[in-house]
């Protein structure tokens, strides 16, 4: 049983929904950075379920999604050392705490 790409975009529409709702919901820091992983990881599901339903003899979705994986482990990494540095400074992660960047 082949699975149909309707499965692969209602799964990542739902992990999209999720992540977005994290998104604009959360004062957490960690918590948003964790809400862009979903996002990303809908996109990569969008992007191997297009590969496969539209040429599953060629690699280009596959190449993209590890791309899109490296920019996400380097968002990733960037995201908690700043976070980390904030903290140390600051004694929280909420998001409305950190106005660093204020005049």
């Known amino acids: 049983m082949e699975l149909q790409l309707e499965y692969f975009l209602?799964?990542?529409?739902?992990?999209?929904?999720?992540g977005i709702y994290g998104l604009?919901?959360?004062r957490n820091a960690v918590r948003v950075l964790m809400s862009i992983e979903l996002l990303l990881n809908a996109v990569n599901l969008n992007l191997m379920g297009f590969s496969n339903y539209?040429?599953?003899?060629?690699?280009?979705g596959q190449v993209f999604t590890v791309f899109v994986i490296t920019v996400a482990a380097a968002e990733a990494a960037v995201g908690l050392a700043i976070v980390l540095t904030i903290y140390r400074n600051r004694n929280t992660v909420d998001m409305e705490e950190f106005n660093l960047l204020k005049w």
């Open 54 to 60: 539209l040429d599953g003899n060629e690699i280009k």
């Open 24 to 26: 604009i919901t959360s």
């Open 10 to 18: 209602v799964v990542a529409a739902a992990l999209f929904c999720i």
